[in-house]
């Protein structure tokens, strides 16, 4: 059985590494420049927002609360744009799909002068919500366009579970009033459920559809207390280089040790979990492994 490799969020002073040099996939356009005030008091001066996020847009009188969950959820695209002034990049939608233009004149004193052009169509996916449409450039000239997708199923085993108290049990009789049990057993679909393994031994395990991807297309990854799952589709031409994500994301319960999480892809495409799970005690201090 070959396990994946667990990707890990590493965390830098300067803002420019913190995401935007190999941790790109790690970068939440709705929380992080929130989220980490001390850190990301400044933009880097060549991060350009297209669509900036709602929340962050100042002066809007209807800004979402600070510090929302991440979507478990969500589409994604990212375009290389080199060569195009950002400015020039525009996103818009149309019904269910993301239109991506820039044009790029460039004029010579002597009248001579070139222009490019460029326009992309994306379908969004079923259940994506337009409206919360974020879309961004880069330091090193990747456009990157990302929308919730806000699944109707999921909000219903959301529901079901905050009316299951019996399904708390699992995780033992003393549990952290901050994290939302309910939500994570309810809120995506990574299927959670602790396994008793005896000696005293419990075991976190989840499993998510990955059929229409191969393993080289797979990447895992730890984000502080959040597992990040992604299924990548890459696409080049002469021209340009785009790629299209599959991610699915949840914030995992105290006691979840996540230096020990392994995963690894099943005969029938699922890709399954595990963790070793410690209970939480009474009196133990709230969301410890968000420490991390």
Excluded: C
Excluded at 91 to 100: A, L
């Amino acid at each position: 059985m070959a396990f994946f490799p667990i990707h890990r969020y590493r965390r830098f002073d300067d803002p420019f590494d913190r995401f935007f040099g190999d941790q790109l996939d790690f970068f939440d356009p709705w929380r992080d420049f929130d989220t980490f005030p001390t850190a990301l008091t400044a933009q880097p001066n060549a991060f350009r927002w297209v669509n900036e996020p709602l929340r962050l847009t100042h002066g809007q009188q209807n800004v979402e609360p600070t510090s929302p969950a991440p979507h478990a959820e969500k589409f994604r695209t990212q375009l290389n744009i080199a060569g195009f002034n950002p400015e020039t990049i525009k996103t818009r939608v149309e019904g269910r799909k993301v239109i991506v233009e820039a044009k790029q004149e460039d004029r010579q004193p002597d009248g001579d002068f070139s222009v490019r052009e460029i326009r992309k169509t994306y379908e969004l996916p079923e259940h994506a919500n337009a409206n919360r449409m974020a879309s961004y450039v880069t330091p090193n000239n990747m456009l990157v366009i990302e929308a919730p997708i806000e699944n109707p199923e999921a909000e219903r085993r959301l529901q079901q579970a905050r009316n299951d108290n019996q399904s708390l049990t699992q995780f033992g009789q003393y549990r952290d009033p901050l994290f939302d049990y309910a939500g994570f057993l309810g809120g995506s679909d990574f299927q959670p459920r602790i396994v008793d393994k005896g000696n005293n031994q419990k075991q976190l395990e989840m499993a998510v559809g990955m059929k229409n991807f191969r393993p080289e297309e797979i990447k895992v990854s730890v984000k502080n207390n959040e597992l990040i799952v992604q299924g990548e589709h890459r696409h080049q031409d002469k021209n340009r280089s785009e790629r299209s994500f599959f991610f699915k994301s949840t914030a995992l319960p105290p006691g979840t040790q996540v230096d020990h999480l392994q995963s690894h892809l099943t005969d029938d495409g699922h890709l399954k979990i595990e963790a070793p799970f410690v209970e939480h005690k009474e009196g133990q201090q709230s969301i410890e492994n968000h420490k991390h």
